[in-house]
Nanobody, 124 residues
Framework: QLQLVESGGGVVQAGGSLRLSCAAS????????MGWFRQAPGKEREFVAA????????GYSDSVKGRFTMYRNNVNNMVFLQMNSLKPEDTAVYYC?????????????????WGQGTQVTVSS
């Protein structure tokens, strides 16, 4: 079983930055594809970013492209999401997820392991 724990959320003013961290523990076979999703109140959970387990390629949603950067540290089994130029519409609970697919995935159903989430609030 794989456990994921996010940290790094908080309250920040528009234009500011935050870095989210996700620590993976438990049985880890190979290098899973990892993703970040977010869910705002009253909205569905949506894809933010992912990093492939096969080649480290990254992908982003159009709403965060150019502002967010996802990267991983395979030695410590951690992934990060550097969020710059934050906007009020980025306010949401952010979830880290792991997929057994080695190719980057953008849908929630492709991920079988989820963290508990961390709140990010961007004030205007």
């Amino acid at each position: 079983q794989l456990q994921l724990v996010e940290s790094g959320g908080g309250v920040v003013q528009a234009g500011g930055s935050l870095r989210l961290s996700c620590a993976a523990s438990g049985r880890i076979f190979g290098t899973p594809t990892m993703g970040w999703f977010r869910q705002a109140p009253g909205k569905e959970r949506e894809f933010v970013a992912a990093i492939s387990g096969s080649d480290g390629a990254t992908g982003y949603s159009d709403s965060v492209k150019g502002r967010f950067t996802m990267y991983r540290n395979n030695v410590n089994n951690m992934v990060f999401l550097q969020m710059n130029s934050l906007k009020p519409e980025d306010t949401a609970v952010y979830y880290c997820a792991a997929s057994l697919y080695r190719i980057m995935q953008r849908t929630t159903t492709s991920y079988g392991y989820w963290g508990q989430g961390t709140q990010v609030t961007v004030s205007s």
